[in-house]
């Protein structure tokens, strides 16, 4: 069964950036649409990025629209999510999600109970 895997976390300063990477352990992530989620303690899960699983369609979160950058790399089996001019309120833990769904249409990209399998997450901390 397929598990995504994070990593890319860490600690930068405000305007630095971080390149997260979502793998795909037990299989392949080149048939599962792809999403980025962010999560602070005690507060909802939020929507940052999606790309679908051809790769053609990327989404964004409108507080990382022109920030943040998803991307596929079906070579290394895994997902990029590229994030540049960090601000303290990017802090949280992000999780990386898969959907099975192979008609776009139907896949609710920024809806996180639409996707079937999580990762663990990995920490970003952008503070000075």
């Known amino acids: 069964q397929v598990k995504p895997v994070e990593s890319g976390g860490g600690l930068v300063q405000p305007g630095g950036s971080l390149r997260l990477t979502c793998a795909g352990s037990?299989?392949?992530?080149?048939?599962?649409?792809v999403g980025w989620f962010r999560q602070i303690l005690g507060k909802r899960r939020e929507f940052v990025a999606a790309?679908?699983?051809?790769?053609?369609?990327?989404y964004y979160g409108s507080s990382v629209k022109g920030r943040f950058t998803i991307s596929k790399d079906n070579a290394k089996n895994a997902v990029i999510l590229q994030m540049n001019n960090l601000s303290p309120d990017d802090t949280a833990h992000y999780y990386c999600a898969l959907n099975a769904q192979s008609e776009s249409s139907l896949w609710a990209r920024a809806d996180e109970s639409d996707y079937e399998h999580w990762g663990l997450g990995t920490q970003v901390t952008v503070s000075s």
């Open positions: 790309i679908s699983w051809r790769g053609d369609s990327t």
């Open positions: 037990g299989s392949t992530l080149r048939t599962y649409n």
